[in-house]
């Protein structure tokens, strides 16, 4: 269990924790000199069955910041408060901030009896009553101790162990994290990194990734409540030598986490509670200081369902930060003022990964609501069934740091699988879906006849582009199986769209073909292949727009129709001008394709009509591969 002190300056948390523990957590010499604490200071106390590890924060106003990096990772609180004084304005700050952090569970320890008379106890034990009777601590035993006589301490430490002893170690989360609270150099050893773990659990020889900055390396050892382990886990203290880093390559507030959890992020979607001590509604776009883990950074808070956040109150909100970070689902933060002089509020993170537009929609506070479920196999089924579009599993399951096998998805959702995607669908929003797809293919095919039907691309661009590519696919795979839709080469159509000629009509085209054909690049327009097959024009016209119908021909412009292969090779020839060029421009394509400029410019324009090809100003950027997969599919 760790154990973290909390109070007001020279209320004499660290003398305490030295007569606990008998380690002085006072390490620095401005610390010794001044008497005060400035950086957080740790100490272990051995047990039968393990350690106790405590986490001394500093006292004063100026070092909130480091008490919140301390804080952030402890199971208990320790609230410290001195008989002489009585609970002071710090005091009440560390309290209201273990308690923003999500600290259910501590003690209170009465320090300095020795200074003052029975009364004055009595009066300090009834200051500290009425302070956190609304707080977690209300029914917390309070023990008078005293550092110097060391009256009180034995009970104060046998309470300890026991509550250690009976602590829920429930700490969440599959994959490993560690905050990070101080780096530094050792002889023979290398870079280390110190922090608590906040999940999963490390191993030596484990890789590792420094979030937020992406650095990968290996742990060579571990020291795990201040004893050499194999293995570091939630919940302890530990110190970690890693390679493949130097000193200067890590910060306080950076994390070091299993590979799969290193997603920063710049904005976070969070429950925000304001302080009841604060006297001003919190406004929309605040500027505040942001402690997270052992990160701290300005950012702005943006409310998502209220106008202003009255104090003692809770709401929806977004928090911006100005550089990334590392965050997940569940994360304690608190926020400052901007002047960085008192604690406003905080709260935990929802969904670390949020929209920075329609964030305030019913359909985005509605997912919100589900992220607050706290059992993870019924938030990501919540989540499904919110999800029209689906649910991306592979960030949500990273965001909750959550393993494949903590949920359960009904036998009914349908799942898309693909390298780096895994998207959830209800069966009702996978057959709307579907529905939708049927219905705009309908619609296509009413408005261009004589187009056989686009590539999924085209598709996705003009109907589905909430939808990565393999969900497209997907989609129209499954509407194939079901002979729903049909498909020609790359082409999708609905299977009544489709064209039936007579013997004689086979006949023409059998002929009309091999002249296409035989003009490559420069084909014969309708009127000159009329005269030579000795048809009337109206009904090779009519032929030939039936023939686009079965792939076998395009229309490049009104009445000029160009083979399949024809088309397949100027595709080629476009890519490999872009390929060298960076983008295909008409004067290099007419000088590839032996044409007039005129030629070039008309079949480059189809190219853009049909979506292999993307015009910018007067470039074309190859958009699609539908025309270099034709010959695929001949």
């Not at 599993?393 to 903590?406: F, M, S």
């Not at 696919?473 to 509407?479: C, D, I, N, P, Q």
């Not at 060029?581 to 008309?602: E, H, P, S």
Request: net charge positive; proline share 5%; with cysteine.
């Amino acid at each position: 269990m760790i154990i973290g002190t909390a109070g007001h300056i020279d209320h004499g948390k660290t003398s305490l924790i030295k007569a606990l523990t008998g380690v002085d957590t006072d390490r620095l010499k401005e610390e010794k000199a001044r008497g005060i604490s400035i950086e957080l200071g740790y100490a272990f106390l051995p047990l039968e069955n393990g350690v106790l590890g405590f986490i001394d924060v500093p006292g004063h106003e100026k070092f909130v910041d480091h008490m919140v990096s301390g804080a952030t990772g402890i199971d208990y609180v320790l609230l410290v408060v001195a008989a002489d004084d009585g609970p002071m304005p710090q005091t009440a700050e560390h309290l209201d901030i273990v308690q923003l952090l999500g600290v259910r569970h501590g003690t209170i320890a009465l320090t300095k009896i020795d200074r003052c008379d029975a009364a004055r106890r009595a009066a300090a034990e009834k200051e500290i009553r009425a302070l956190v009777a609304d707080t977690f601590l209300r029914d917390a035993p309070i023990f008078p101790v005293s550092s110097l006589t060391r009256e009180g301490l034995d009970a104060l430490k046998a309470h300890l162990v026991t509550e250690a002893a009976t602590a829920e170690r429930a700490r969440p989360g599959a994959g490993f994290r560690l905050a990070v609270d101080r780096c530094f150099t050792l002889d023979g050893v290398g870079t280390v990194v110190t922090g608590t773990a906040f999940a999963g659990a490390i191993r030596v020889g484990d890789e590792v990734i420094i979030t937020p900055r992406g650095l990968s390396a290996r742990v060579r050892s571990i020291h795990a409540q201040n004893r050499k382990s194999d293995v570091g886990r939630a919940g302890e203290r530990c110190a970690l030598a890693l390679s493949g880093v130097v000193k200067e390559d890590i910060a306080r507030g950076d994390w070091v986490v299993a590979p799969r959890l290193h997603a920063p992020t710049d904005r976070l979607d969070v429950r925000l509670r304001l302080s009841p001590r604060e006297t001003k509604p919190l406004r929309h776009w605040t500027a505040v200081h942001l402690h997270l883990g052992a990160a701290h950074v300005m950012a702005r808070i943006a409310l998502l369902d209220v106008e202003q956040l009255a104090p003692g109150g809770a709401c929806l909100a977004q928090i911006v930060t100005e550089r990334p970070i590392g965050a997940l689902a569940g994360d304690g933060f608190i926020v400052r003022d901007a002047a960085g002089a008192r604690t406003l509020g905080g709260g935990q993170v929802l969904d670390p990964f949020p929209p920075a537009r329609r964030r305030k929609t019913p359909q985005r506070l509605a997912l919100l609501a589900c992220m607050e479920e706290p059992d993870p196999g019924r938030r990501i089924v919540a989540l499904v069934e919110q999800s029209p579009y689906g649910l991306d599993l592979a960030k949500a399951l990273c965001a909750g740091n959550l393993a494949p096998e903590d949920i359960a998805l009904g036998a009914s959702t349908v799942r898309v699988r693909d390298q780096n995607i895994d998207r959830a669908f209800t069966a009702a929003a996978w057959d709307k879906l579907a529905r939708h797809l049927l219905e705009q293919l309908a619609a296509f095919h009413a408005k261009h006849p004589y187009e056989l039907g686009p590539d999924l691309g085209r598709i996705r661009r003009m109907w589905f582009p909430q939808l990565d590519p393999p969900v497209v696919a997907a989609l129209a795979e499954s509407l194939l199986a079901q002979r729903r839709l049909a498909r020609s080469g790359p082409w999708w159509r609905l299977p009544e769209h489709q064209v039936r000629l007579t013997q004689r009509e086979e006949d023409l085209a059998k002929r009309a073909l091999g002249l296409v054909e035989a003009g490559g690049f420069n084909p014969p327009w309708v009127r000159d292949m009329a005269r030579t097959l000795r048809v009337g024009e109206s009904e090779l016209r009519l032929l030939m727009l039936q023939l686009t119908r079965r792939g076998d021909v395009f229309q490049v412009v009104k009445d000029l129709f160009y083979s399949r292969s024809a088309i397949a090779r100027l595709a080629r020839i476009a890519k490999e001008i872009e390929d060298a060029d960076g983008a295909v421009r008409a004067a290099a394509f007419r000088d590839r394709i032996g044409t007039g400029r005129k030629r070039a410019i008309q079949i480059l324009e189809f190219f853009d009509r049909v979506a292999f090809t993307r015009r910018t100003r007067d470039d074309h950027r190859i958009r699609g591969d539908n025309l270099l997969r034709l010959e695929e599919h001949a």
